[in-house]
C-alpha cells in the first residue's frame, strides 16, 4: 500500500487491473479440464464429483471471500487469490490420484471467489477516489472484452494443450498465474470509507462490514431487486450457453472446426460494450425486458441444428448476458458503500448461484 493513497497512480493501476483480468481468462489447461481429465482415464462420475465440489466450495466461501476483502484490502486479496490459481494449477500438475484433483478444484473454486468482488471493488474505488467514477461502465466493458477475448483465445489453443500433455499444460497455467501475481502486486490499495478506522478487534470489523452490508440489503430495495433480475436473466443464459456447447459439436461438419466455434460463441461476450452503453441509458426494468427477452429467444433457436443459426444464438446469448451484467453492476457500485463493496458484490454473485441450482434440470430438460 502505498504511503499516500491519495496519490493512486490511476493509468498504472489500470494496467495493472487489465493484466491481472488477462491473466484470469487465460487458462489454457483450465479452459480443457474435463478432456484433459478423461485423457488421464478418471470417468465422468469422477469428474462430475470434481465439478461438483468446485460448486459447494464456491458456495461457501463466496460471502467470507468478500468480507476478508472488505477487510484485509484489496491488493491482499487479489494477491491470495492469484496464489491459489497458482497452488490449485501446481496440485493438478502433480498429481496422479483423484485426490490431488479434488484439491486443486477446491483450490480453484476459492481462487475464483477471492476475485469475484475484490476485482470490482478495487476497480471502482480506484476511479471513485481518482473523481472518475462515471467512467466504470467503460473500463468494466473493456475488463470483460480483455476477459473473454483471452478465455476464448485459450480455447482456441485446445488442441496445442492436448498435444502438450496434461503436466505440461497446467505448468502453463501455473505460469500464467505468477503474471497475475505480479500484476497484482503492482496494484494500489484505494482508499474506503473504512480508511483509517482503526476497529478493536478482527470480530468487531466483522460485524461492522456485516451489519453495512446487511444495511444496505435491508433498507434499499432496489439493490435486492437488481441481484434477483440480474441472476434470473445471467443463470438462463449461462445455461443456454453450456448446452450450445454440446450441440455445436454435434453440427460441426469437421472435429478440427470445434475449437474455432467455441471460440465465435464467445466473442459475444467480449463485444457486450458496445450494447452496455445504450442498454445503461434505459431504465433498469426495461434493459432486463430487453436482455431477457433477448436470451429466450436465443434459448428457442439453441434447441435447432443449423450450425450457423446456433452460432448466431450463442453470439446474441453472450452479449445480452454481459451487456446486462456490466450494467447491473455499474448499478449496484453506485448504491454500495465503499466499506462493504466487496462483501455485498459477492452476495451478488451467491444469488446467481442460487438461481443456477434450480434451473440447471430445468434447462437439461428444456435441451434434451
Not at 444495511?215 to 437488481?226: F, K, N, P, Q, Y
Not at 460463441?265 to 431477457?292: K, N, T
Request: charged share 15%.
Amino acid at each position: 500500500m502505498p504511503k499516500n493513497p491519495n496519490r493512486l497512480n490511476l493509468s498504472r493501476q489500470k494496467r495493472a487491473l487489465l493484466l491481472l483480468e488477462w491473466s484470469t481468462g487465460f487458462h489454457p489447461a483450465g479452459s480443457v479440464w474435463v478432456l484433459l481429465l478423461s485423457l488421464r482415464g478418471f470417468s465422468l462420475v469422477e469428474i462430475g464429483l470434481a465439478e461438483s465440489l468446485f460448486h459447494v466450495v464456491s458456495l461457501w466461501g463466496e460471502a467470507p471471500s468478500g468480507l476478508l476483502a472488505d477487510l484485509l484490502g484489496r491488493r491482499r486479496t487479489l494477491l491470495l487469490s492469484q496464489a491459489m490459481f497458482a497452488l490449485s494449477a501446481l496440485l493438478m500438475a502433480v498429481s496422479n490420484g483423484i485426490a490431488g484433483v479434488y484439491a486443486s478444484m477446491a483450490a480453484s473454486a476459492l481462487a475464483y471467489n477471492l476475485q469475484s468482488g475484490t476485482r470490482e471493488a478495487i476497480t471502482y474505488e480506484s476511479l471513485l477516489q481518482a473523481g472518475r467514477e462515471e467512467g466504470y461502465l467503460k473500463f468494466s466493458s473493456l475488463q470483460n472484452f480483455l476477459f473473454r477475448l483471452s478465455d476464448g483465445g485459450a480455447m482456441l489453443l485446445a488442441g496445442a494443450t492436448v498435444l502438450l500433455g496434461w503436466r505440461m499444460a497446467y505448468l502453463m497455467d501455473a505460469a500464467v498465474a505468477a503474471v497475475g501475481l505480479g500484476a497484482a502486486l503492482a496494484l494500489a490499495e484505494p482508499e474506503t470509507g473504512r480508511t483509517g478506522k482503526r476497529p478493536p478487534s478482527f470480530p468487531a470489523a466483522l460485524a461492522g462490514v456485516f451489519r453495512e452490508a446487511w444495511t444496505a440489503l435491508h433498507s434499499d430495495g432496489t439493490v435486492v431487486r437488481i441481484m434477483t433480475l440480474n441472476a434470473l436473466v445471467g443463470a438462463a443464459a449461462t445455461l443456454t450457453r453450456f448446452f450450445l456447447q454440446q450441440r455445436v459439436g454435434e453440427a460441426v461438419p469437421v472435429p478440427a472446426l470445434l475449437g474455432p466455434a467455441l471460440f465465435l460463441l464467445g466473442l459475444g461476450g467480449a463485444l457486450a460494450g458496445l450494447a452496455a452503453g445504450p442498454l445503461d441509458r434505459l431504465p433498469y426494468r426495461w434493459s432486463v425486458l430487453l436482455a431477457g427477452g433477448g436470451a429466450a429467444v436465443c434459448a428457442a433457436l439453441a434447441r435447432g441444428r443449423s450450425l450457423p443459426v446456433l452460432l448466431a444464438a450463442g453470439l446474441l446469448t453472450g452479449l445480452l448476458d454481459d451487456a446486462l451484467q456490466l450494467v447491473s453492476d455499474k448499478r449496484l457500485n453506485d448504491r454500495f458503500p465503499s466499506s462493504a463493496r466487496a462483501t455485498l458484490v459477492s452476495v451478488s454473485s451467491m444469488t446467481f448461484s442460487l438461481v443456477m441450482i434450480p434451473l440447471s434440470p430445468l434447462f437439461g430438460w428444456f435441451f434434451s
